[in-house]
């Protein structure tokens, strides 16, 4: 996708929330995090999981580049925009049932850390076979431990060492996106890279070879 109509469709979402209150702000960080994923999501059709306040969702939208616009949580975030043209419907990524359809892309970002190791299996099960494409994956990367809020409801409950992540995604690929304090890292799997093993490249390299 056009890098500028990526940027400025994540800003044009993310001014939905600063015209309903002047207040709200979306650090840098975060704002790079979704242009960075909006630019690497394929094909027409796309699901976010941990859809929470909708930016990522609302700017796939406005970017009028998707046939199919769906956003999955546990339960909608008081503070959430979600335009009525967006599908959206409340599961957990742990639910049996949690495939109703398959997506060209399946974008999970901030999520996968607040499930427990026990789940694991049947997540990525759910996560792979939710996509006919491409499946994008963020966490924080290398987490100090005790991870954030681990001992409370909806704190990290994994952290994400390179080790972990190749054996996670044996065939993906990844980089590291800097900011602030703990860094994120992208997980990309795709059957077209035909990656024998999980790749950590430079964040231009994985933008070359992923918005191709």
């Known amino acids: 996708m056009d890098s500028q109509l990526v940027s400025d469709s994540v800003d044009e979402s993310i001014k939905l929330f600063t015209n309903r209150d002047a207040e709200y702000v979306v650090q840098e960080p975060d704002s790079r995090r979704m242009k960075t994923c909006l630019q690497i999501t394929k094909g027409s059709s796309v699901l976010d999981i941990g859809t929470h306040h909708g930016i990522f969702v609302n700017a796939a939208l406005i970017s009028n580049q998707f046939e199919v616009i769906e956003g999955v949580d546990l339960k909608r975030s008081p503070n959430a925009i979600i335009d009525e043209k967006i599908d959206y419907r409340y599961c957990s990524i742990t639910d049996f049932d949690f495939v109703t359809k398959q997506f060209d892309t399946v974008v999970c970002m901030e999520v996968i850390e607040h499930v427990e190791s026990q789940y694991n299996s049947i997540m990525l099960e759910n996560l792979r076979k939710s996509t006919t494409k491409r499946l994008i994956v963020t966490v924080p990367f290398n987490e100090p431990e005790p991870v954030w809020w681990h001992d409370k409801p909806g704190g990290h409950r994994q952290k994400f060492t390179l080790e972990q992540l190749g054996q996670l ?18 997980v990309v799997e795709d059957e077209t890279l035909g990656n024998e093993y999980f790749q950590l490249v430079t964040k231009s390299k994985f933008m070359e070879i992923l918005s191709t």
């Open 169 to 186: 995604f044996p065939q993906g690929i990844a980089t590291i996106e800097p900011r602030w304090g703990v860094e994120w890292i992208f």
